[in-house]
């Protein structure tokens, strides 16, 4: 078992910025790819980052791309999502979630989630 606690989510204005964090405990977080997911209301999750378990591969959207930048500490078992130049549309509730081993893409490929953290863009 995996457990995952995100924060860092709030209000905030567009064009500002907000780092997200996930702490895990339980089994080795080196062991597990991670994702960032958001879900607004009424839209399907969509995933807005990934890593891999070194920290050496990124991978992002088109919508995200150049302004969110994913990270980890796995000596601090925490992975991080730095979200700059946010926009109204950024609106939703973000999660991190862990896969064992590889990357995945979709959020039914992941195995373990947090219980998400609030992100508010206002215009």
């Known amino acids: 078992q995996v457990q995952l606690v995100a924060s860092g989510g709030r209000l905030v204005q567009a064009g500002g910025s907000l780092r997200l964090s996930c702490a895990a405990s339980g089994r080795t977080f080196s062991n597990y790819a991670m994702g960032w997911f958001r879900q607004a209301p009424g839209k399907e999750r969509e995933v807005v980052a990934a890593?891999?378990?070194?920290?050496?591969?990124?991978y992002y959207p088109d919508s995200v791309k150049g302004r969110f930048t994913i990270s980890r500490d796995n000596a601090k078992n925490t992975v991080y999502l730095q979200m700059n130049s946010l926009k109204p549309e950024d609106t939703a509730v973000y999660y991190c979630a862990a896969r064992n081993l590889r990357v995945g893409f979709k959020g039914s490929e992941y195995d373990y989630w947090g219980q998400g953290t609030q992100v508010t863009v206002s215009s």
């Open positions: 890593i891999n378990w070194s920290g050496d591969r990124t």
